[in-house]
């Protein structure tokens, strides 16, 4: 049974994967960034944690409360910036802003993989938000640690 | 009352959303608006249009007359004694906080206890927790029963002489309880304290009166009784507002202004700084008049009956779990299986079925619950059976369409 094209893009099966068997959910061990960040409109939670060592993302992993699209998307998150330096973890975070509004994007540098399955997001403005949660707090922990 | 007659009045209602006729159900959000509160605001701005209390000319005059009028259908809609008691304000929001921030920061001070409920909204929790912060008073919870219901025992035991100010919501908007604020305000009073009520779930579906609950203040908002949004009101009992500070100074409130000092207008006007809400009111006293000629108690009983059909239909799917009391105002707020809120809502959105879903502006309460976010339909005097069936279609669709994905 379909509701339609429409919905098909957004619920992409590869979506709903991540959302039943989230990759990288769990606490890291030792030292680590630790971001908790809210949705306050909707009540969405998520605390993410980072290991930065030599300038890279040495691992990360998430717990949180929350729909399909934004658990989804913390697990792609975190599998995407697993080893990438700092700096192509924030360039990663602004390609995916540009998904998120329908902007067109250079995405020679990086693979996207699952990423591109979030594409459909765009086309329900009220759900950009529950993607982009994950996302906004990888990019607050790796600008305030560049800060200190 | 015929809801499918009422249905006509509404001309929002009468249109597709994703390619299916519109089901609104988040009237506890906001109502959706009759024709005559339109037309009394293209009436307004099309030909009376005027500042008030201070044009000669005739414009001015019609606006004025037009604003005040409004206060007095307010004040016969909830039964107060004179319109002295009734401030215009943005909305239910605004009223509290002038109540918190005026009457509370003066009568509360340090060992003395405001007492809420974990079920408010956050409106109604917030003000409150400012007021204890600066006055070093402590803000105590009522405890609620399994069901989301107050008792009066427990109210009895929470209430202490310490208390100065109790503050409850008539109706949840998460819940749909029904709080026996007659009864709470007894109490408060025996005690020495004042009764608050945030009436924006209850104005709009019930007949209040203010004099039968005999509360302090009571705050409701006119966008979720068909009127227009960014207007509401703060009833509260003439002694108490003579002897209150306005929070907001300007224009408007003030009697003689000196270059050192100045002194304010009457009631209820010094607390109306500024150019007051002109269009809201007027379209707020369309409102009343449109609701008053449908009938409070015709709209309690047909809501009554949508609930009830609701919950039944309800019970029928499997998987879904039913917050709050079983006797309750006109929402249901759920959970469906395993499907999140959000998902719930995005799926009913595009069979053209509008629900809310997350907090609801009442963490406290889902805290209590022990959920993040839950979803909800609100139902209003336009609302029907059929839309009740399609809802329940809907989330029937939604549940195979996620079982079918979850795999």
């Known amino acids: 049974m379909s509701l339609g094209n429409q919905l098909d893009t957004l619920y992409r099966q590869v979506i709903m994967d991540h959302y039943k068997n989230p990759r990288n959910r769990g606490e890291l061990e030792g030292d680590s960034l630790n971001i908790n960040m809210n949705n306050p409109t909707c009540g969405d939670r998520i605390q993410l944690q980072m290991k930065v060592e030599d300038g890279k993302i040495a691992d990360a992993k998430f717990v949180g409360e929350g729909c399909s699209i934004s658990l989804s998307s913390a697990s792609m998150m975190t599998q995407a910036i697993k080893g990438l330096t700092v700096d192509d973890a924030l360039k990663l975070s602004e390609i995916f802003s540009a998904i998120m509004l329908g902007k067109d994007y250079d995405e020679d540098k990086f693979d996207l993989g699952d990423i591109e399955a979030l594409q459909g997001v765009a086309k329900f403005p009220a759900r950009i938000k529950c993607a982009t949660l994950a996302w906004k707090a990888m990019e607050k922990g790796l600008n305030e640690q560049e800060e200190e | ?407």
Not at chain 2, 137 to 154: H, N
Not at chain 2, 272 to 291: N, Y
Not at chain 2, 294 to 315: C, D, F, P, T
Request: aromatic share 8%; charged share 20%; glycine share 8%.
């Open chain 2, 1 to 407: 009352m015929n809801a499918k007659e009422v249905r006509e009045m509404f001309p929002i209602l009468n249109q597709e959303v994703n390619g299916h006729p519109l089901v609104y159900l988040d009237s506890a959000a906001t109502s959706q608006k009759p024709t005559p509160v339109i037309k009394a605001l293209d009436d307004y701005y099309r030909r009376y249009n005027s500042n008030v209390h201070r044009g000669v000319h005739t414009l001015g005059t019609l606006a004025t007359d037009g604003y005040e009028g409004a206060r007095e259908k307010v004040r016969s809609f909830i039964n107060a004694r004179s319109t002295e008691e009734i401030v215009f304000t943005r909305g239910t929001t605004t009223a509290i906080n002038l109540v918190a921030t005026s009457y509370g920061r003066e009568n509360v001070g340090p060992g003395d206890e405001i007492v809420i409920t974990p079920m408010e909204h956050h409106s109604n929790i917030i003000p409150w927790q400012q007021v204890a912060k600066v006055t070093g008073a402590t803000l105590k919870y009522l405890p609620l029963q399994q069901d989301g219901t107050i008792s009066l025992p427990d109210v009895e035991e929470t209430i202490t002489d310490k208390t100065k100010i109790v503050s409850v919501m008539q109706v949840s908007n998460a819940l749909g309880t029904i709080n026996p604020i007659k009864e709470i305000a007894a109490i408060a009073h025996k005690n020495g304290a004042i009764m608050v009520v945030d009436g924006a779930q209850s104005t709009p579906h019930m007949k209040v009166d203010v004099q039968e609950l005999d509360c302090d203040f009571f705050a409701f908002s006119g966008h979720k009784m068909c009127g227009p949004t960014g207007i509401g009101a703060l009833y509260g009992k003439k002694k108490l507002l003579e002897n209150m500070e306005p929070i907001e100074f300007g224009g408007e409130m003030i009697d003689f202004v000196g270059l050192q000092e100045s002194t304010w207008k009457e009631l209820p006007w010094k607390f109306e700084g500024g150019t007051p809400i002109i269009a809201g009111a007027i379209g707020l006293g369309a409102a009343i008049d449109f609701l008053n000629d449908i009938g409070l108690e015709n709209i309690e009983a047909h809501e009554h009956k949508i609930v009830q059909y609701a919950m039944e239909r309800l019970s029928e799917v499997d998987g879904i779990e039913i917050y709050g009391p079983k006797d309750r105002a006109g929402l249901v707020t759920f959970n469906c299986d395993d499907v999140h809120p959000h998902d719930v809502a995005t799926v009913l959105d595009a069979e053209g079925i509008a629900v809310r879903a997350g907090h609801h502006c009442a963490q406290p309460l889902m805290k209590w619950l022990d959920v993040s976010a839950t979803a909800r339909a609100s139902f209003y005097l336009y609302n029907t059976e059929e839309d009740v069936d399609a809802f329940v279609k809907a989330l029937i669709k939604t549940k195979e369409y996620f079982g079918n994905v979850f795999g």
